[in-house]
Nanobody
Framework: QVQLVESGGGLVQAGGSLRLSCAAS????????MGWFRQAPGKEREFVAA????????YYADSVKGRFTISRDNRKNTAYLQMNSLKPEDTAVYYC????????????????WGQGTQVTVSS
């Protein structure tokens, strides 16, 4: 049973920063790419960022490129999402996910999901 637990969400003013963490257990963490997605009220879940199993390759949505940084520490079985210069439109529930097969940008490529952590950015 794979478990992913996100933490680090909260309320922040526009222009501020947050760092999300995703702790993994139940399978070899360093064998899978990891992704971050987000879902705002009334909207579909959307891709935010992904990182290869080794951490050598990263991928970002255009909307967060230059502001967010994805990383991972395979010794700690943890992935991170550093979010800087936050905007009100970044408000959403953020989910981490373990990649299984297919495009990093698609929710269908991920087989394991965390419960989500709320990020709220006030203007």
């Amino acid at each position: 049973q794979v478990q992913l637990v996100e933490s680090g969400g909260g309320l922040v003013q526009a222009g501020g920063s947050l760092r999300l963490s995703c702790a993994a257990s139940g399978r070899p963490f360093n064998s899978a790419a990891m992704g971050w997605f987000r879902q705002a009220p009334g909207k579909e879940r959307e891709f935010v960022a992904a990182i290869s199993w080794s951490g050598g390759s990263t991928y970002y949505a255009d909307s967060v490129k230059g502001r967010f940084t994805i990383s991972r520490d395979n010794r700690k079985n943890t992935a991170y999402l550093q979010m800087n210069s936050l905007k009100p439109e970044d408000t959403a529930v953020y989910y981490c996910a373990g990649h299984f097969m297919g495009s990093y940008y698609s929710t269908e490529a991920y087989g394991w999901w965390g419960q989500g952590t709320q990020v709220t950015v006030s203007s």
